[in-house]
């Protein structure tokens, strides 16, 4: 069996997601090893682990994160659990995985499951390490549509799981037509809303139907915060949709930094054509910050905190921005009076703040 009957180039919007991955998994081994005993991160679409170029796949991006600190997990335990169905991919991906277990540190373990991710989710599901509820991160990324929201909703009911999930939107947008109602469809968004897509403007269609798969993802799944990262093909159409998924505030500020590294403009999509025109780099970044907190506070009195969580739960921003974009602005136009006592343009924990 020869390597390119199984590995391909990687394309640009995949190399973009896996920065995304490794940036935010470095982030969340770290932080969730202060809150749980056991870490159990899922790659239920994991593919050979390589591509034509040598450049990484997912699951050495999450090894590599995993290993990343190893004297943080002393009485820990890290589990590495990845699943292909597709055989060559999966041996591939398997003769990895056993040479990386000979060296592996004692709180590390690699699963490599030769399945789909419906199985491999609900064997998970049955377990006793699962019943623990442990701190578990699920990145389901599949070809097409395949993943049940309800399978997600049960894979992710313990408080600590996060989720980082594609919406595969070509491929839902030529298959949600009505007349043409897939049961996979049904099953994706776990509702037949989407037959309701309007057909007139392709922008209001595509907010149409990724608004309804976030709206399905908080209320089925039962995750309060849902972030969403565009990914734009050469033609300037859109591939997909990263939609990433947690009940911690925590989770979207480090999501958000991802996201912005990403995407120094806006913080909201990788366009494969802008890239190649030389355009997103060359625009100007543009942050209303100021009036968003103005037109939301005016009048009130409010804490530095409160003004962190505003951003993160209300607007596309991070919390980075808040001070240099939002409060200086206001400060500079003297519309925002420091209550308390601290040096001029400086906001420390506990700063109250009334905005004029």
């Known amino acids: 069996m020869r390597d390119d009957d199984v590995i391909w180039e990687i394309p640009q919007q995949t190399t973009k997601k896996h920065e995304i991955l490794a940036n935010y998994l470095k982030a969340w081994f770290v932080i969730m090893q202060k809150h749980s005993p056991e870490l159990v991160y899922l790659d239920g679409f994991a593919g050979p682990n390589e591509y034509v170029g040598g450049q990484k796949g997912s699951p050495q991006i999450a090894l590599d994160a995993a290993m990343a600190n190893p004297h943080l997990y002393a009485n820990k335990k890290l589990s590495l659990v990845f699943s292909e169905l597709d055989r060559q991919r999966f ?25 789909d991710f419906e199985s491999m989710a609900r064997d998970l599901i049955g377990t006793d390490l699962f019943r623990r509820q442990p701190a578990l991160f699920a990145f389901v990324d599949p070809f097409g549509v395949s993943v049940p ?20 939107f070509d491929f839902v947008n030529r298959f949600s037509t009505a007349g043409n109602v897939d049961r996979s469809l049904t099953e994706l968004f776990g509702c037949d809303r989407f037959k309701t897509a309007p057909h007139g403007s392709p922008r209001d269609r595509k907010l149409h139907l990724v608004e309804l798969y976030e709206t399905q993802l908080r209320d089925v799944c039962g995750f309060k915060y849902v972030s969403r990262f565009e990914m734009v093909r050469e033609d300037g159409k859109t591939t997909y949709f990263l939609m990433h998924c947690t009940r911690s505030l925590k989770g979207v500020e480090v999501f958000r930094e991802t996201m912005w590294k990403i995407d120094p403009v806006a913080g909201r999509r990788f366009s494969a054509r802008d890239e190649y025109e030389g355009a997103l780099f060359g625009s100007e970044q543009l942050i209303n910050l100021d009036r968003e907190i103005k037109k939301r506070f005016s009048g009130s009195t409010v804490s530095i905190e409160q003004l962190e969580a505003f951003v993160l739960d209300e607007t596309p921003y991070k919390v980075s921005h808040l001070r240099k974009f939002g409060l200086k602005p206001l400060a500079d136009a003297g519309q925002l009076k420091l209550l308390t006592p ?15």
């Open 91 to 115: 041996d591939k991906l398997n003769r990895w995985a056993t040479v990386q277990s000979e060296t592996a540190p004692d709180y590390l373990q690699i699963t490599v499951d030769h399945t």
């Open 149 to 168: 929201i309800h399978l997600l909703a049960e894979l992710t009911a313990p408080r600590k799981s996060e989720l980082l999930v594609l919406f595969a």
């Open 342 to 356: 601290a040096r001029k343009n400086t906001y420390p924990r506990g700063a109250k703040l009334k905005i004029l």
